[in-house]
């Protein structure tokens, strides 16, 4: 009988512990992954600088045959075709009001080597040469992730030497004129800070009086085709643009 009874208390003692140790088993730590940052989206509204090479092309036109009509010959080289390499730099700022939207303005300055010759038999030549350009103007674009499409429009400047070899004689002038800029452009972001580009520029100098000491002031027309190839480095946001992070 007693043996009953302690094999009874036992087995009821067993039942009553085998609850708690597998209530103890059962309860485990919950392990709560850390949130995952979605990368920010990447914006334009930043300032920058850089540098820039690229080829250039156009034509110069002159009046030099109506011009010199009553010396001993006239001259006919009214048209040559220019071309020749730039090198320069440039800056400028972008503001991003919406994703779908930068506005920008920004300026160039570039040595030129672009240049032409137009001649009339050996003894007559005349060439004219791009020494600089300048630019100010404004950009418009659309962004496409890191990429930014781009058109720009604004006011330009240069100077020009012009020199006429008639003869045994030399005679030379210059001139610093401003015109009017258009082109268009692809920018790509490499990472936050550095960006490189392609980009088309159309100058148009429009006509002027360039007075080269050989009776009346040659009046000349200068416009040119360029290729640009950039490299930007990206400054500090200017406040906050279309950012958002998610998690």
């Given at each position: ?38 990368a920010?989206?990447?914006?334009w ?10 080829y ?35 800056a ?8 779908t ?6 300026g160039?300055?570039w ?13 007559i030549?005349?060439?004219?040469r ?51 800029l ?7 972001a ?51 643009g ?6």
């Amino acid at each position: 009988m007693k043996r009953f009874q302690v094999g009874t208390v036992a087995l009821v003692a067993s039942g009553m512990a085998a609850p708690a140790v597998a209530a103890d088993l059962s309860v485990k730590p919950v392990y709560k992954a850390p949130p995952v940052a979605v990368a920010p989206a990447f914006s334009w509204q930043r300032c920058y600088i850089g540098g820039q090479v690229g080829y250039g092309w156009g034509k110069t036109d002159d009046n030099l045959s109506e011009q010199t009509i009553t010396v001993t010959r006239s001259i006919n080289a009214d048209t040559q075709s220019t071309s020749g390499w730039i090198a320069g730099g440039q800056a400028g700022c972008n503001w991003q009001p919406s994703k779908t939207f930068v506005v920008g303005i920004e300026g160039d300055f570039w040595w030129s080597d672009i240049k032409g010759l137009a001649a009339d038999g050996p003894e007559i030549s005349f060439r004219a040469r791009n020494r600089w350009d300048g630019d100010i103007t404004l950009r418009l674009g659309v962004p496409v992730d890191r990429a930014l499409l781009y058109v720009k429009g604004g006011a330009a400047v240069g100077h020009f030497d012009y020199t006429l070899n008639f003869f045994s004689s030399t005679f030379s002038g210059d001139s610093t004129r401003w015109g009017w800029l258009i082109g268009a452009g692809i920018e790509f972001a490499l990472d936050y800070n550095w960006s490189i580009k392609v980009e088309y520029n159309y100058i148009d100098f429009g006509h002027h009086d360039v007075d080269i000491g050989f009776g009346d002031p040659v009046q000349v027309h200068d416009r040119k085709n360029i290729i640009k190839f950039g490299l930007n480095y990206q400054l500090g946001d200017l406040g906050r643009g279309p950012i958002s992070t998610r998690y």
